[in-house]
């Protein structure tokens, strides 16, 4: 907006909490209010354009979160999981073939047997429904873009941005000023690198005395197969090729319901060759024998990507400040080898919950709960975290083939006989400080997508039913425009156009014969919010923030 622009003031509404995000944990912690506090005023606001239009996870689903909120869910003839794993297989991958591990040696917390498959994204309509039968508000496509402070410094709630603003910050005609939500008390829910959260961890310092937190690119894709291909309820998991023993990384292939298969990989985002893209590093998994066997002849339905939190125990931040708190991926309650935060995540959202109904009770608002920090680690959370504590930083120090095996003796060591013989271990650098410059690797060249197995960025952006406003200012920002062609560029082959998995950022030549002339461009239009840009950049100079609301993916059930 201009300097001359005079905006209207905000309106706004007052909750007893306000909580931001319609995710696992921000619609566990809404529905648990308003059942042990039932009077409470609740009030979720989402940025999607309906709950579960952002919401990506493989998943399996452990059922902890859900059997607590709604013990008889089984039995409700609309429940959002139907089919419980049937067959539990890990493999290490070669470039032809495979080496299946046997069960047996893997430790109790990684079995699946019991656990669901679905759609995360229809688990969150599903609680969605059942909050809103509860009283509960929920605000889909309206993200939250601004944190209110009190006068002390404590938060107050969230403001909703405004919506009709021009590409160059002129309001246009269809001009809206965003809502003040405003709670005695505000829970931060965005998942993994929120936009409010990472401001919130800074302005509070939440993250002093804790390592850095750690990520992950997933990228995902859902595949209607052959019937005779199809195995109800087996899971499958890799780690292996196409990655090479320094690269961090696994796939997953589970056989849902409808004859339909999920299959997606995950690559740690502190790899270190500026070269390698975790999009073609999936298209071409695909192409492997074990992979392609249940794929050929099938037809793609939906692409998707997102960052997921990989630091665990030792990364998670202090959960609470004056006004709020942090829950479920926003604070890095996901279990690394087990693939799995869903369920960490209700149960974040129930604990905090359970404690600012004390809070309320009390005629407390907008002090620090601090028996949400004090607690989690005695809870099913903080036991589920802490046996699994080194499994990362082993991997990440010794590589694919000594680190796995080390992290399983230690994961084995703490399950019989609760330690580890490490202690708890470090993981070193954040994730944009690993990348080693251009002239020290050997750059990575992927084959071209053959348009059966492998595809292109762009068709799979369209699967993902991606759109924003595009007479919208950019949602990706540049602290420095000049940093991507003058630093990132001769040192790095400026990466971002390669750890996008959606094409959003490209290096354009003036002169492309001679590859002179450079600039860099963003198309934000093809953003599918999964913030590896801002998480992953050497020079910390993308700043991921929130579109107009109701932009980016609609992911039907992801």
Known sequence: MTEAQELPPREGMDYDVVIVGAGPAGLAAA??????????????????????????????????????????????????????????????????????????????????????????????????????????????????????????????????????????????????????????????????????????????????????????????????????????????????????????????????????????????????????????????????????????????????????????????????????????????????????????AMLSGIFAAERLAEALAEGRAHDEVRDIEGDWRDTDIGRDLKRVRNVKPLWSKFGTFVGVGLGGIDMWTNQLFGFSFFGTLSHGKPDYATLKPLSEVTPIVYPKPDGKLSFDKLSSVFLSNTNHEEDQPIHLRLKDPSVPIAQNLPKYGEPARLYCPAGVYEVVYGDEANRRDPRFVINAQNCVHCKTCDIKDPAQNIVWTTPEGGGGPNYPNM
């Open 31 to 344: 529905i648990r209010l308003k059942e042990v506090s039932p009077d409470s005023t609740v009030v979720v606001v989402e940025k999607g354009s309906e709950v579960g239009a952002h919401i990506l996870s493989g998943v399996v689903v452990d059922p902890i979160g859900l059997d607590r909120l709604f013990p008889d869910w089984r039995d409700d003839p609309d429940r959002p999981l139907t089919q419980q794993v049937t067959a539990d297989k890990f493999y290490f991958l070669g470039p032809n073939g495979g080496i299946r591990l046997p069960n047996i040696a893997m430790p109790k917390l990684m079995d699946n047997h019991g656990k669901y498959v679905g759609s995360l994204g229809n688990v969150c309509r599903w609680l969605g429904a059942k909050a809103e039968a509860l009283g509960v508000e929920i605000y889909p496509g309206f993200a939250a873009s601004e944190v209110l402070f009190g006068e002390k410094g404590e938060v107050v709630g969230v403001a909703t941005g405004d919506m009709g603003v021009g590409r160059e910050g002129e309001l246009k005609d269809s001009y809206t000023r965003g809502m003040e939500l405003r709670g005695k008390y505000t829970l931060f829910a965005e998942g993994a690198r929120g936009s409010l959260s990472k401001q919130i961890i800074a302005k509070f310092g939440l993250d002093e005395g804790r390592d850095p937190q750690k990520y992950g690119i997933g990228l995902k894709e859902i595949w209607q197969i052959d019937p005779a291909r199809h195995r109800a309820g087996e899971i499958q998991h890799t780690f292996g090729w196409p990655l090479d023993s320094r690269t961090g990384g696994g796939s997953f292939l589970y056989h849902i319901e409808n004859h339909q298969v999920v299959v997606g990989f995950v690559i740690h985002l502190n790899y270190t060759n500026p070269t390698l893209s975790p999009f073609d590093e999936f298209q071409r998994f695909k192409t492997h024998p074990m992979i392609a066997e249940t794929l050929e002849g099938g037809k793609r339905l939906a692409y998707g990507a997102r960052a997921l939190t990989e630091g665990g125990w030792q990364s998670v931040p202090k959960l609470t400040f004056p006004g709020g708190a942090l829950i479920g991926c926003a604070a890095g309650f996901m279990n690394v080898p087990r693939i799995k935060g869903s369920h960490n």
